[in-house]
């Protein structure tokens, strides 16, 4: 199972400060420990917002929005995609990375194949792979 | 938390910990059965105390230091007895090891613990069907049912070769550490076969009726996620992951909707896995970085590559293949490369050239009964528009084929081509 761990940003992260020397080889250690178990597929920080954009879909032509923005606490700063064998080692780990001060971290599985189930007949399934390859098209 | 919520949260720990716990336990008791041993106690004590306790904050030292504990008290026990009956064995040298500070595990990452656990597991004194049964039990996290399952064999049979497998080690005084860089380099192709022998029989399970087992890969994956970050050094570690990494990505797309195959050909390549793209790529690139010569696996993901970058098949380098087929079949001698290298020069020079090298191999002893050789044959024959002898090909191909979805593919290709 698949799982994606979003980090929020803070005003700091927002201000393009790195974090400590002590926080990095902290989070350095846990990536590693992630990596040595097999569990990391991929894992990545973002540049502040400031230096993003967003794009409003309203009306008839989309608005581009420049950064930076405003609630820090909907900022996803970084992420990581990890592959485990149930939600709860996917939060075993969580529980193990160097945060504090009472910050929350947010863990959502990525949807698979599998996660239809039986409810996905043979054909819904064609169909919704049909789909799929539209989007994948488009 | 309920009950089960807590014993789902345990076996979380137990999949994260069981490896590190039982490599650390073999450094100090020398030996892995008695280790197992010692760390499934551990987890019964778990399995009791943290439903009403919680789990604790450092679990796996608490696994580590209740293993040892019970190990103690138990060889007191039992020592004790021994001693009325006038025989102290082994325990008593095992009770030193247990009872004294470990401090090895102070001076050194408990990680080596696990690569050097690996290469036990994979240890050459074993059959190969013991080493993939040990591998996946003691660091894979497997239970012997699972196993069982995975393989298609009875419980009993699974349960049965990892007890030998565990004397045998013992019997053969199988040390712990690896004497040299040497030996490391030496015994490493056994590993790699090993992991990539579990992420086979998940990619093209060999008999049954499903045609791929994807939790299986998935166990082969992380195995070789493991070796590579633990020997980042070691270019056919990444270059197992990266091939592994590259086929897994099709997993997905070579399934149709009723559990049928579906070949490279006719794969929908939108519904290949693109991270595991990536991650095959940069593996690979990492790979050929640390090489000389490049090895067999790095060989064989160089070949996955050139699929994984190509829009189509008719868009593959397929020159490049057969070069790099070229220098695989230098490098094993394998008559199923040079069947694959077939493939390849099909596709970049013409049928005809394609045939010639099949025909050469129909004598090989190596592929006597291996389906795919009449397989590949119907496949060329086919595009030589020789129907006639494609479809005795393809039906050969079929009853050859212990595989049920494979043998539909096989027969339903037949089918094909015409009465």
């Known amino acids: 199972m698949r799982f994606m761990v979003l980090v929020p940003g803070s005003p700091e992260s927002e201000a393009g400060e790195m974090p400590s020397t002590e926080l990095l080889g902290e989070m350095t250690k846990y990536n590693e420990e992630l990596a040595k178990s097999g569990v990391m597929l991929a894992g990545e920080g973002l540049h502040p917002t400031s230096r993003g954009a967003k794009v409003r879909f309203d009306g008839s032509e989309p608005t581009v929005i420049d950064g930076p923005f405003t609630e820090a606490k909907e900022i996803v700063a970084g992420y990581w995609v990890w592959e485990c064998s149930s939600r709860e080692e996917a939060i075993e780990w969580l529980k193990r990375a160097p945060f504090g001060g009472g910050v929350e971290i947010e863990l959502r599985p990525i949807f698979e194949a599998e996660d239809f189930g039986e409810q996905l007949t043979p054909e819904l399934r064609e169909a919704n792979e049909r789909l799929r390859e539209q989007s994948a098209r488009n | 938390m309920t009950s089960s919520a807590t014993h789902r949260a345990i076996d979380a720990v137990w999949r994260i910990e069981s490896a590190r716990l039982i490599a650390g336990l073999t450094r100090i008791v020398r030996d892995v059965a008695v280790a197992e041993d010692l760390a499934q106690d551990a987890l019964v004590a778990a399995l009791e105390q943290w439903p009403e306790s919680g789990i604790p904050d450092k679990p796996g030292a608490w696994l580590m230091a209740t293993a040892k504990r019970r190990g103690i008290d138990a060889l007191r026990r039992r020592i004790a007895l021994e001693r009325k009956r006038g025989l102290i064995g082994r325990e008593l040298e095992i009770l030193q090891q247990l009872d004294q500070p470990d401090l090895a595990a102070q001076v050194e990452d408990v990680q080596d613990d696990v690569l050097r656990l690996i290469f036990m597991t994979c240890?050459?004194?074993?059959?190969?069907?013991?080493?993939?049964?040990?591998?996946?039990?003691?660091?894979?996290?497997?239970?012997?049912?699972?196993?069982?399952?995975?393989?298609?064999?009875?419980?009993?049979?699974?349960?049965?070769?990892?007890?030998r497998a565990k004397r045998t080690l013992s019997e053969a005084r199988v040390p712990f550490e690896i004497s040299s860089r040497d030996e490391l380099a030496e015994r490493l192709p056994a590993v790699l076969e090993v992991i990539y022998l579990v992420f086979n029989e998940g990619y093209v399970a060999t008999a049954g009726e499903q045609w791929t087992r994807p939790a299986l890969c998935a166990d082969a994956l992380r195995l070789g996620r493991i070796l590579a970050a633990l020997m980042p050094r070691e270019p056919e570690a990444h270059g197992l992951l990266a091939l592994m990494e590259l086929q897994a990505s099709r997993l997905q797309a070579r399934v149709g909707p009723r559990g049928e195959p579906v070949l490279l050909a006719d794969q929908d390549r939108a519904r290949w896995d693109h991270l595991l793209v990536q991650r095959g790529l940069a593996g690979l690139r990492r790979a050929e970085d640390l090489s000389g010569a490049l090895g067999p696996y790095t060989l064989q993901a160089a070949i996955a590559a050139c699929h994984a970058r190509a829009r189509s098949v008719e868009e593959t380098a397929w020159p490049r293949v057969v070069a790099l087929y070229d220098g695989l079949a230098a490098l094993t001698g394998s008559p199923v490369v040079e069947l694959n290298r077939a493939v390849a020069v099909t596709m970049a020079f013409g049928p005809e050239a394609g045939l010639e090298l099949v025909d050469s191999l129909a004598d090989e002893p190596a592929l006597r009964g291996y389906h795919l050789l009449p397989g590949v044959r119907g496949d060329i024959l086919v595009r030589l528009g020789r129907l006639v002898e494609a479809r005795e090909e393809f039906a050969r191909a079929a009853d050859l084929c212990d595989n049920e979805r494979e043998r539909e593919l096989l027969l339903s290709r037949a089918l094909a081509c015409g009465a």
């Not at chain 2, 004194?125 to 393989?151: C, H, K, N, Q, Y």
């Open chain 2, 123 to 163: 240890h050459p004194v074993l059959s190969r069907e013991a080493r993939v049964a040990l591998t996946l039990r003691l660091l894979g996290g497997l239970s012997t049912p699972e196993i069982a399952r995975a393989f298609l064999v009875s419980e009993g049979t699974v349960a049965q070769r990892i007890v």
